[in-house]
Every structure is written in C-alpha cells, then in structure tokens.
C-alpha cells in the first residue's frame, strides 16, 4: 500500500445484535481527495464511520488512521468527526463552545473565528445553540470539528437539512480542505451528492458495491447518473 495512505480499512467486520452492520469491507483513502460514502439509510455507513474514529466495537479486520491504530490517543487532535446529531452544547453560545473545544484540543484562540466564518455562523456566533434551526447547529458542530486544521475529517451526513445554497457552499469548502491537503470522507444517502465527490464507496446492507470516481461509475455501469449506477450495481446490470 502507498505510504500516504490516510484511512487504511482491511476486512472491517461489525455484528450488531445479529446483523453484520458492516461486511468484511476493505478500502483506503489518501490526502487531497473528497471520499463520499454513499449508501441508503441503515446501510452501515454510520458504524463504517464510528470505526474508523475508534469509538465503535468491531468483530474482525483492521482501521488503521495516519499510521496509527483507530482510536488511538494520538489521534485525538488529527481528527474532526461530526456526527449526525449536533454535538455541542445548547445552554452555551457557538462562540462559547468554540472557545471551550478549542482549549481541550489546545488550539489557539483565533481558531474561533476562523471556524464560525468558515461555516457562515458570523451572525449567529454570540446566539445560544438553543436558539439555533437544525442546521445551524450542525454547522456549529461542523466549527467544532474544524478546529485545529484537522488531517482527517469524517462527516457523517453533515448536509442533511440544510438549503441548497448552504449545501453547495459547504461542499465547495470541503473541497478547499481537500485542495489544502486534508483527507475529507463524508457520508449521505442522497445521490445527487455523488457528482460532488472526488471518489466514491457506494454501501447497501453493509457491503461495499463499489470504490470509484464518479465518472468511472458511470462509464462502467452504462449510466447517465449516479443513481442509475447504485441500481445497476445492486442488480448485477453491468457493461
């Protein structure tokens, strides 16, 4: 494997209850790349994630992040991972709250500012999260995430209701992270996400279909979009 390998998964087995929520999955990913997981509801991308940041049991196979084994302590400040719900706090203010993570990670005050402007909460930055729409606090959480120009960012459905202008700002900065260097895997169910990404992992019932650029999903599946491309390969209807 390349050495710069960022997210190295190798046989990744994960048994919920009595369900294999992810099955013997393999993949890696590198710097400067934007990675969509894409997959339906309850297709185990979630738990792929958990993995992969450490924080999720797993039944065989290996997760292996910038050298290091997933959940590692030594990983804890070169990682940002936003989890579907808002993972901040709602009696403090965004700014409160990015003032408070970013002396855990030990990252300098002006890292506040750079990450409200960064996901547009200028305007929102004394608010209490409490008083913040759904998808402002997920952009809050996103700051948080920010913080300290992680090398691995792992977004679990971060777009899910935002408007489209919002979600088309959000995606032109992940590539921005990208083009600077950091490895950005990001998660959806909504397909018209895909063109979006760099490379694509299409999941369903938590096996990995396919791991490819968009354009070569397309070319091989026959397809005019990526939607097309996840049906023709669950039903086996390839060139």
């Known amino acids: 494997m390349m050495k710069n390998e960022v997210v190295e998964v190798d046989g990744l087995t994960v048994v919920r209850g009595r369900v294999r929520a992810v099955d013997d999955v393999s993949f890696s990913t590198v710097p400067g790349k934007v990675t969509g997981l894409l997959g339906p ?26 050298g290091e084994p997933a959940g590692s302590r030594v990983l804890r400040d070169r990682i940002g991972y936003v989890t579907q719900a808002p993972s901040v706090y709602e009696d403090l ?3 409160e709250n990015l003032r408070f993570f970013s002396r855990v990670l030990g990252v300098a005050a002006t890292e ?20 913040l729409s759904g998808g402002q606090r997920s952009r809050a959480s996103l700051a948080v995430a920010l913080l300290g120009e992680p090398e691995l960012l792992v977004l679990d459905e971060p777009t899910v209701g935002l408007d489209p202008v919002l979600r088309r700002d959000l995606w032109a900065m992940f590539h921005r992270l990208a083009d600077q260097g950091t490895t950005v895997l990001v998660s959806s169910h909504v397909m018209d996400e895909a063109e979006r990404c760099d490379r694509l992992l299409l999941m369903r019932d938590g096996r990995l279909l396919a791991d490819d650029t968009p354009a070569a999903l397309l070319t091989q599946t026959g397809t005019a979009h990526i939607e097309g491309a996840f049906l023709a390969l669950v039903e086996g209807v390839l060139r």
Request: charged share 20%.
């Open 112 to 131: 506040v500012e750079r990450c409200v402007e960064a996901v547009d909460l200028g305007d929102q930055r004394d608010l209490v999260v409490s008083r």
């Open 41 to 66: 509801s309850g297709c185990g991308k979630t738990t792929l994630m958990r993995a992969i940041v450490g924080v999720q049991i797993v039944e065989s196979g290996t997760v292996t992040v910038l």
């Open 93 to 95: 203010t965004v700014a």
